[in-house]
């Protein structure tokens, strides 16, 4: 885009073109069973509006954009739909888990595997990640933030068993970690003003 020379962006024709763009990679995909046409079309504008605006906030704001709509809608790497993605897999696990959040661990000891230290680590960061960002007027830093926590729960996620543990304390540990998390990437969304559904 320069409108120096006239080449000009029309926002709502980009709307519309990241919406389809989100559609054919769905639809390619084959996940959607159950879905109505409706709750599609919903889904489909949640997922192109966010690969969107992901792809143009992480990017620091004195720097250049190069803008790829295929790329941006990409269920893999840094963009928004692959953070959406892990967002509904957390819910998935949580439906499954089908869990009373108000069930504590106190006093229990619970010995931490590797990958939940790391990140719990990662989640603790969040308030200072928030404070810099607002220090610095770059919401670059709460996405690409976003999106190390992501990683890291896939992570955890392909190295710890979550609902098939079989120590009681353990598994309660774990979905409310995994809670923690989803409750951490919505929150960091939120700010980014992308909306993250429950199920993809």
Known sequence: MKSREGTVVDADDLMDEMTNTAREISQELGKLEGYSDEEKEKLYKIIGLGALKYFILKVDPTKRILFDPKASVDFQGNTGPF??????????????????????????????????????????????????????????????????????????????????????????????????????????????????????
Request: aromatic share 12%.
């Open 83 to 200: 953070v959406q993605y892990t967002y509904a897999r957390i819910q998935s696990i949580l439906r499954k888990a089908n869990f009373d959040f108000d069930r504590t661990l106190s006093g229990v000891e619970v010995s931490l595997h590797e990958k939940e230290k790391e990140l719990i680590k990662q989640l603790a960061l969040y308030p200072e990640i928030i404070q810099l960002a607002a220090k610095k007027y770059s919401p670059a830093i709460i996405a690409n933030y976003t999106y190390d926590l992501v990683k890291e729960f896939n992570s955890f996620y392909q190295n710890v068993s979550i609902l098939g543990e079989e120590n009681e304390n353990k598994k309660i540990f774990r979905v409310q970690l995994a809670h923690k998390v989803g409750e951490t990437i919505k929150s960091a969304f939120s700010l980014l003003g992308i909306n993250v559904p429950k199920r993809m």
